[in-house]
């Protein structure tokens, strides 16, 4: 929500200096003004904020590349030192009681002084902070923020045995961080430390909007009416309430509304119902209409306050039951209509989240160049920017917001209870306004990592924390505690959940594995890849290029290792570049290429097919499945990884097949069974489609089908099948038409479960353009 309040940016140009923890404790230097800290003997250096600590250091030309070789490796040395940003500034406003210091994003643990004064302490990155002003002046001001490291601040609160998680992440229980700092398969150990968000003074108004939350009480699809409850919570003044009058007024295109209400108490909820009304949807379903709402409050019939915010008009939810199967669910409805999910994993964008910003304009564009109508917002990171959020309503892509927990059982006491109640109640109230938002779940792989040893429903942090804040604030989305959810029918059963993360046989696909695969929806599945050697000559060193192994042929290169990602060579994750070349020679006859630009063809193929085969066995069995969420779209760092789009914005051969396997009215064919394959015309789209197909087989060029047909609205439909013989490899060209003349293609390779020649596949390829 935005309101009509000055604010004054302290972003830009800072200095920094920097201290040992064991120098600290030994020396406690006054740090609480710029003079004091520039007459000190602490390390100095000048800063950007937002920003991080490596990123300061980098410039200073303190460290190299954080990103390159093994530096990551060597820069933990880091994580035991005290960051203390400060600068100057001239303020031209005139503060009071009303004027505040707000800071979007402190990584972590941090002492705030404002002109000598020590005004607040921080202690969670992943929400906003604000602080009394009182000792600011107009005119010059000081303003120092010391970060104390995280690593050693944690140190300080007993952890529980019950509290379990990976190895290198012990350290991460008592810290409301994003987890993947602690180190992760997928990102590096940069434990960090920041102001990574803007930093501003906010001058309040005595009477002012803090908060609404239009909710749907009733929608009449058909009839186009909705009855809305609006939540507000306001700020007055003066003391006669009766003095005061809030207006809400929405657009859509010709779409309107308008009320005006008596207030009788500065919180309450009002009714609004209206017709005309504009539905959000999901893409594919129809048009994701969003509405410009207005609120003004006035007092004595005088505007006093303005804020302005978006909404959507929808309903949702989440139909599941029993246990992964026939009998099972897992499906979104969206307006009474059943949604057919298909899109991505969201991951760090980048192991430094003051570049956050940067990034999100350039990968935002790849979720609709995708067809995406779903994002899973993964437990190991941050809450992301409003940006992302606002693109999604705007495209229609629904979001499943993971809390920021992941593979790991925090403590199971009070402290961390209340850490994550103020945490949460923050980001509902901040994000419940976006009908992009269709689930909240409490973690990530929590309730899987725990099953062993302990029932998942006793974890007090999903089960009741989260649960009594959504009770509070938001009733209007489904929840989900935990992604795979283990409910009490299945952890006693012991029964596989309708909803999971399908990671067995990593180093090949159509296996045993594969054609076991029960549950109704997956929102983790994915497949290594090896990025564009492009891209790999920015991060590994020249002499380390190629071949990836040492002289024993079978040990990967330190550097290789370390964007794995792994801790050290030997750890827990070294099993992922042998893995990469696993997958290339189980899908090549047992060969591999041997240039680095031929591995990374041959890897970038297997990732291709792999993930296009997960996407069309689950589209053609629409709607005993009934969604899939790959894993994933973007690199946070440059490694070796399962992203379709490499840290470098380098996209790998599985973005455009993933891009005609997700398209709304596809064609493509079943496994083989019988002697035979099944083509398949699945439309997600609104209306029936008419089509001319046809399939040419690309070696003989000989056309093996042909004809029309008709793709029924929102169904997969057989529509041919073509007799294939064991043993043999065929490449076919699947292309159609529409009714509008829009013409499409897709493919099919037989005998891939085998394995093919790699020369034969990358000629036949080549039709794909």
Same mark, same amino acid.
């Not at 190991?380 to 979001?399: A, L, P, R, T």
């Not at 989900?480 to 090949?508: F, M, Q, V």
């Not at 630009?597 to 297997?606: M, R, W």
């Not at 057989?718 to 293609?745: C, N, Q, R, V």
């Given at each position: 929500?935005?309101?009509?309040?000055?604010?004054?940016?302290?972003?830009?140009?800072?200095?920094?200096?920097?201290?040992?923890?064991?120098?600290?404790?030994?020396?406690?230097?006054?740090?609480?003004?710029?003079?004091?800290?520039?007459?000190?003997?602490?390390?100095?250096?000048?800063?950007?904020?937002?920003?991080?600590?490596?990123?300061?250091?980098?410039?200073?030309?303190?460290?190299?590349?954080?990103?390159?070789?093994?530096?990551?490796?060597?820069?933990?040395?880091?994580?035991?030192?005290?960051?203390?940003?400060?600068?100057?500034?001239?303020?031209?406003?005139?503060?009071?009681?009303?004027? *505040? /210091?707000?800071?979007?994003?402190? %990584?972590? $643990?941090?002492? =705030?002084?404002?002109?000598? @004064?020590?005004? +607040? #302490? &921080?202690?969670?990155?992943?929400?906003?902070?604000?602080?009394?002003?009182?000792?600011?002046?107009?005119?010059?001001?000081?303003?120092?923020?010391?970060?104390?490291?995280?690593?050693?601040?944690?140190?300080?609160?007993?952890?529980?045995?019950?509290?379990?998680?990976?190895?290198?992440?012990?350290?991460?229980?008592?810290?409301?961080?994003?987890?993947?700092?602690?180190?992760?398969?997928?990102?590096?150990?940069?434990?960090?430390?920041?102001?990574?968000?803007?930093?501003?003074?906010?001058? *309040? /108004?005595?009477?002012?909007?803090? %908060?609404? $939350?239009?909710? =749907?009480?009733?929608?009449? @699809?058909?009839? +186009? #009416? &909705?009855?809305?409850?609006?939540?507000?919570?306001?700020?007055?003044?003066?003391?006669?309430?009766?003095?005061?009058?809030?207006?809400?007024?929405?657009?859509?295109?010709?779409?309107?509304?308008?009320?005006?209400?008596?207030?009788?108490?500065?919180?309450?909820?009002?009714?609004?119902?209206?017709?005309?009304?504009?539905?959000?949807?999901?893409?594919?379903?129809?048009?994701?209409?969003?509405?410009?709402?207005?609120?003004?409050?006035?007092?004595?019939?005088?505007?006093?306050?303005?804020?302005?915010?978006?909404?959507?008009?929808?309903?949702?939810?989440?139909?599941?039951?029993?246990?992964?199967?026939?009998? +099972? #669910?897992?499906?979104?409805?969206?307006?009474?209509?059943?949604?057919?999910?298909?899109?991505?994993?969201?991951?760090?964008?980048?192991?430094?989240?003051?570049?956050?910003?940067?990034?999100?304009?350039?990968?935002?564009?790849?979720?609709?160049?995708?067809?995406?109508?779903?994002?899973?917002?993964?437990?190991?990171?941050?809450?992301?920017?409003?940006?992302?959020?606002?693109?999604?309503?705007?495209?229609?892509?629904?979001?499943?917001?993971?809390?920021?927990?992941?593979?790991?059982?925090?403590?199971?006491?009070?402290?961390?209870?209340?850490?994550?109640?103020?945490?949460?109640?923050?980001?509902?109230?901040?994000?419940?306004?976006?009908?992009?938002?269709?689930?909240?779940?409490?973690?990530?792989?929590?309730?899987?990592?725990?099953?062993?040893?302990?029932?998942?429903?006793?974890?007090?942090?999903?089960?009741?924390?989260?649960?009594?804040?959504?009770?509070?604030?938001?009733?209007?989305?489904?929840?989900?505690?935990?992604?795979?959810?283990?409910?009490?029918?299945?952890?006693?059963?012991?029964?596989?959940?309708?909803?999971?993360?399908?990671?067995?046989?990593?180093?090949?696909?159509?296996?045993?594995?594969?054609?076991?695969?029960?549950?109704?929806?997956?929102?983790?599945?994915?497949?290594?890849?090896?990025?564009?050697?492009?891209?790999?000559?920015?991060?590994?060193?020249?002499?380390?290029?190629?071949?990836?192994?040492?002289?024993?042929?079978?040990?990967?290169?330190?550097?290789?290792?370390?964007?794995?990602?792994?801790?050290?060579?030997?750890?827990?994750?070294?099993?992922?570049?042998?893995?990469?070349?696993?997958?290339?020679?189980?899908?090549?006859?047992?060969?591999?290429?041997?240039?680095?630009?031929?591995?990374?063809?041959?890897?970038?193929?297997?990732?291709?097919?792999?993930?296009?085969?997960?996407?069309?066995?689950?589209?053609?069995?629409?709607?005993?499945?009934?969604?899939?969420?790959?894993?994933?779209?973007?690199?946070?760092?440059?490694?070796?990884?399962?992203?379709?789009?490499?840290?470098?914005?380098?996209?790998?051969?599985?973005?455009?097949?993933?891009?005609?396997?997700?398209?709304?009215?596809?064609?493509?064919?079943?496994?083989?069974?019988?002697?035979?394959?099944?083509?398949?015309?699945?439309?997600?789209?609104?209306?029936?489609?008419?089509?001319?197909?046809?399939?040419?087989?690309?070696?003989?060029?000989?056309?093996?089908?042909?004809?029309?047909?008709?793709?029924?609205?929102?169904?997969?439909?057989?529509?041919?099948?073509?007799?294939?013989?064991?043993?043999?490899?065929?490449?076919?060209?699947?292309?159609?038409?529409?009714?509008?003349?829009?013409?499409?293609?897709?493919?099919?390779?037989?005998?891939?479960?085998?394995?093919?020649?790699?020369?034969?596949?990358?000629?036949?390829?080549?039709?794909?353009?």
């Amino acid at each position: 929500m935005k309101r009509n309040e000055n604010r004054f940016s302290l972003v830009g140009n800072w200095r920094l200096a920097i201290i040992k923890n064991e120098d600290y404790k030994k020396s406690m230097p006054d740090i609480t003004t710029p003079a004091a800290i520039e007459g000190s003997p602490l390390q100095k250096l000048d800063a950007i904020v937002p920003g991080n600590a490596e990123l300061d250091l980098e410039r200073a030309g303190i460290i190299d590349d954080p990103f390159f070789g093994t530096n990551h490796w060597e820069n933990r040395k880091w994580e035991c030192w005290h960051f203390i940003w400060y600068r100057t500034f001239t303020y031209d406003g005139e503060p009071n009681a009303l004027t *505040r /210091l707000c800071f979007e994003g402190i %990584d972590t $643990f941090a002492d =705030i002084y404002l002109n000598g @004064v020590k005004v +607040g #302490e &921080a202690d969670n990155m992943l929400i906003p902070h604000e602080f009394d002003c009182a000792p600011l002046v107009s005119g010059e001001n000081t303003i120092v923020v010391h970060v104390r490291p995280a690593v050693i601040e944690t140190r300080k609160y007993p952890l529980p045995v019950t509290s379990v998680g990976q190895a290198y992440n012990q350290d991460q229980y008592w810290a409301r961080k994003a987890p993947h700092m602690y180190g992760w398969d997928i990102m590096p150990r940069y434990v960090s430390a920041g102001i990574w968000r803007p930093v501003y003074i906010e001058q *309040r /108004l005595p009477d002012r909007i803090d %908060d609404v $939350f239009p909710q =749907i009480r009733r929608l009449d @699809v058909a009839k +186009g #009416e &909705a009855l809305l409850d609006c939540y507000f919570n306001i700020t007055v003044e003066g003391d006669d309430i009766r003095e005061y009058e809030l207006e809400v007024e929405g657009h859509c295109g010709d779409s309107h509304f308008k009320k005006v209400e008596r207030l009788w108490h500065t919180a309450g909820t009002y009714g609004l119902m209206f017709g005309g009304a504009k539905l959000w949807w999901p893409a594919n379903y129809g048009d994701a209409n969003v509405y410009d709402i207005t609120y003004r409050l006035y007092r004595n019939g005088k505007q006093v306050a303005e804020a302005s915010d978006r909404i959507g008009l929808r309903t949702v939810k989440l139909l599941r039951h029993g246990t992964a199967g026939k009998d +099972g #669910e897992f499906c979104f409805e969206v307006n009474g209509k059943k949604i057919f999910a298909m899109g991505t994993n969201w991951v760090p964008m980048d192991a430094f989240h003051s570049r956050d910003k940067e990034r999100l304009p350039k990968i935002l564009p790849m979720l609709t160049d995708l067809h995406c109508n779903i994002v899973r917002c993964w437990g190991g990171n941050v809450y992301e920017d409003d940006e992302f959020y606002d693109y999604c309503d705007d495209h229609g892509i629904m979001i499943w917001q993971d809390f920021a927990m992941a593979c790991a059982l925090n403590p199971q006491v009070p402290e961390f209870a209340e850490m994550l109640r103020r945490e949460a109640t923050v980001i509902v109230k901040r994000l419940r306004n976006h009908p992009c938002i269709c689930l909240w779940a409490g973690d990530n792989e929590v309730d899987v990592f725990i099953r062993g040893s302990r029932d998942p429903n006793k974890n007090i942090l999903t089960r009741k924390v989260l649960p009594d804040v959504l009770w509070a604030h938001d009733i209007t989305r489904p929840y989900l505690p935990s992604s795979p959810y283990i409910d009490e029918e299945t952890y006693k059963t012991g029964a596989a959940p309708t909803e999971n993360h399908l990671w067995g046989c990593r180093d090949r696909f159509k296996s045993d594995y594969h054609d076991s695969i029960q549950c109704n929806f997956v929102s983790e599945m994915g497949y290594l890849g090896c990025p564009n050697v492009d891209s790999i000559k920015k991060f590994i060193p020249e002499d380390k290029l190629w071949p990836w192994y040492k002289e024993d042929g079978k040990t990967p290169h330190d550097e290789w290792l370390a964007h794995a990602t792994d801790m050290k060579p030997g750890g827990n994750y070294s099993y992922r570049i042998p893995l990469l070349a696993s997958e290339v020679e189980h899908l090549f006859c047992g060969t591999s290429p041997d240039t680095l630009e031929g591995f990374k063809e041959a890897s970038q193929i297997a990732q291709a097919e792999a993930k296009k085969y997960f996407i069309e066995m689950f589209r053609v069995k629409k709607w005993n499945r009934t969604g899939m969420i790959w894993w994933n779209l973007i690199d946070g760092w440059p490694q070796f990884s399962d992203a379709i789009v490499d840290y470098y914005l380098g996209k790998k051969k599985a973005y455009e097949y993933i891009k005609r396997a997700q398209q709304p009215l596809c064609l493509m064919f079943d496994e083989p069974k019988d002697g035979a394959i099944m083509l398949y015309a699945v439309n997600d789209r609104r209306g029936d489609a008419r089509i001319n197909y046809k399939v040419t087989d690309v070696t003989s060029g000989r056309v093996v089908l042909a004809g029309d047909a008709l793709a029924p609205q929102d169904a997969a439909a057989p529509i041919a099948s073509h007799p294939i013989e064991a043993g043999e490899k065929h490449f076919y060209l699947i292309e159609w038409t529409d009714e509008t003349g829009a013409a499409s293609m897709n493919h099919y390779m037989t005998g891939l479960r085998e394995g093919v020649d790699f020369a034969a596949y990358t000629e036949a390829a080549k039709v794909l353009g």
